[in-house]
């Protein structure tokens, strides 16, 4: 079989569940908008079928879900040049979930860490749809047949597992149908960690709001997070080495270098030798003056819901025009029948 090249796509996507927080924008959204800026095609998703595999209430997803847009565009995410549309407004993603849900086995998805840390200790209480989370969000990337995906470096073995669907769906139908996907997870900040434990991820989900900087929050806030964020008593090294040991030290350099869009190198380099005492409140600095124009821009944004569900409405016909021909295709691999006149 000769091999197929594919049409380079890049799709990537976020729950709306709780405020976009720095982690979020660093190591996804902001990636989002530069890649979009490269040129290529780009479908960017707000996972509303995602979001439900743990309880969300109603009225709290439809606020989510428009925040999470206005969130996109006030990040420069502009939805004529690239594809921005939630989930739920195009079945194909529910549609080829299903049959991932034949090709995954079970075996596989036991193995997914994310599902072990979502379910928690009760994990017979855990809803079926967190168990086959993976095999959705496979089907989110493969719908497109997307051969790129930004993400942060938690969903790395989600990707992996996408390419093992992939792979078993061409070898099982003989076929060289769906591309083997390549995640992207680059940058500094691919994993920013909590700004209270070094050791942990920041998470829109953390109890404790002082561990994360959420996009909604105000100058005032932002400065007092960074100010009481942990970290240890030695001044900054001359290189980047000098971090190892020190995962707080090194949080807050990447969050800088990721924000200045400079590396991590570089920071060190021009605050080598200074404490904590100048650096946090250069970094409060310059988060604020990135941050605020999008905290701004996303409430003028959120006055109009209106304007946001057209986009997320226009921007569905889009991905839907692309998705369903190719589960057309997939439906026809498999063997199903399809005679009714539409
Ligand atoms: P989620 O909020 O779990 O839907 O995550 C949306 C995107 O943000 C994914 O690409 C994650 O990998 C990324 N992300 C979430 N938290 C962080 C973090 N602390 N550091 C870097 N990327 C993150
Ligand atoms: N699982 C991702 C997260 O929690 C969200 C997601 C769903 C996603 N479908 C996707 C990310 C497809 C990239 C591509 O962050």
Known sequence: MTATTFKPRVFSGIQPTNHLQLGNYLGAVKRFVEMQNTGVETVYCIVDLHAITTWQDPADLRHATRELAAGYIASGLDPKRSILFNQSQVPGHAQLAWIF?????????NRMTQFKDKAGKNAENASLGLYAYPSLMAADILLYKATQVPVGED??????????????????????????????IEGAATRVMSLRDGSKKMSKSDPSDASRINLTDDANAIAQKFRKARTDAEP??????????????????????????????????????????????????????????????????????????????GGAERAN??????????????????????
């Open 101 to 109: 849900n034949c090709v995954a086995r079970v075996g596989w998805m």
């Open 155 to 184: 969903q790395k073995q989600h990707l992996e597992l996408t390419r093992d669907i992939a792979a078993k769906f061409n070898h099982d139908f003989k076929v060289d149908f769906f591309p083997i996907t390549e995640p992207v």
């Open 236 to 313: 900054l090294p001359d290189t980047v080495d000098g971090l190892k040991d020190r995962p707080e030290a090194r949080n807050l350099v990447n969050i800088y270098a990721a924000l200045a869009e400079i590396s991590p190198d570089a920071v060190v380099s021009q605050f080598a030798g200074q404490g904590f005492g100048a650096f946090k409140p250069a970094l409060a600095d310059l988060a604020v003056a990135k941050l605020a124009p999008i905290a701004d821009e996303m409430s003028r944004l959120m006055a109009d819901p209106a304007e946001i569900d057209r986009i997320l409405g």
């Open 321 to 342: 025009a692309i998705a369903q021909p190719i589960l057309d295709d997939v439906y026809d691999i498999v063997g199903m029948i399809r005679s009714r006149q539409i």
